[in-house]
């Protein structure tokens, strides 16, 4: 395996709507590729009636895949499904302790640091994806069909979903585990779901995913997280939502050609 079979690239941009509302990006993100062939993600999109959302959602993506990496440093090659989720559900655990330390720090309600947050692990055999809230995970198989991971949560009610500062965070949380060998994942916030998933079915659209995977794979050096951005600052975008907006792409080396 090659010393780095990943290209990666992610990107967060703020929307029409709360660049009118003098609102800042509430979304974040962190992914990094790792030895021996793991690439961890983390994508958060802070809830936009919380007044410390962009904070939570730095604060979880940073606590996440922290824990990420110590768990990816030490998980067996052939470990179960539980130790997966397990694992996932630790960094998960993490991100609610950060928000809970910037609530007490700033003495504050811990609903006002109110995220979602969705995570992915994906190492050389298998993976899992774990998630609270409305974003989504996608996955490309070598064929090129996509598979949905984890489908935006919705709540009791019209509008509503789950946030990491609900006292039922862990119950919440959807989970993921494959063995099989995906090729490509997008992991995107709500901002994208219109653009990026056949509604209501959830499914991937391939319009969208496609040209962005075969791009990354086919991108070399150049400045792929600087492209990301203008893609999704483009009218092809901003004219179809007004949210803030993440989009965090993997390809393996097997589709770099």
């Known amino acids: 395996m090659a010393a780095n079979p990943w290209r990666v690239a992610g990107a967060s941009v703020r929307g029409s709507g709360h660049i009118q509302s003098g609102q800042p990006c509430q979304d974040a993100h962190l992914s990094v590729v790792l030895p021996g062939g793991w690439w961890l ?3 958060a999109d802070g809830a936009g009636s919380a007044s410390r959302s962009q904070t939570g959602a730095e604060q979880a993506v940073q606590a996440a895949l922290t824990a990420l990496r110590d768990f990816a440093g030490t998980v067996p090659a052939r470990a179960t499904e539980e130790a997966w989720r397990q694992g996932l559900l630790g960094a998960l655990h993490a991100a609610r302790h950060a928000l809970d330390r910037a609530a007490a720090s700033e003495n504050l309600p811990v ?3 109110a995220t979602a947050l969705s995570l992915l692990v994906a190492g050389p055999e298998a993976g899992a994806a774990l998630q609270v809230g409305d974003g989504a995970v996608v996955a490309a198989r070598p064929d090129g069909s996509l598979h949905t991971l984890l ?6 009610y019209a509008n509503e979903t789950n946030f990491l500062v609900s006292p039922r ?3 919440a949380a959807g989970f993921h585990h494959f063995t099989e060998p995906y090729q490509a994942f997008g992991l995107f916030t709500d901002g994208l779901q219109r653009l990026a998933l056949n509604l209501p079915e959830t499914t991937p659209h391939g ?3 496609n040209p962005l995977f075969r791009y990354l794979a086919a991108a070399g050096d150049s400045a792929t997280a600087v492209e990301l951005t203008a893609f999704l ?4 975008v901003t004219d179809r939502t007004d949210d803030d907006a993440t989009l965090v792409l993997g390809v393996r080396a097997a589709l770099q050609r």
């Open 41 to 43: 993600a983390a994508v």
């Open 111 to 113: 609903r006002e640091f």
């Open 151 to 156: 489908p935006p949560q919705t709540g009791e």
């Open 169 to 171: 965070y862990q119950e």
């Open 207 to 209: 319009a969208f995913f």
């Open 233 to 236: 600052a483009s009218p092809r």
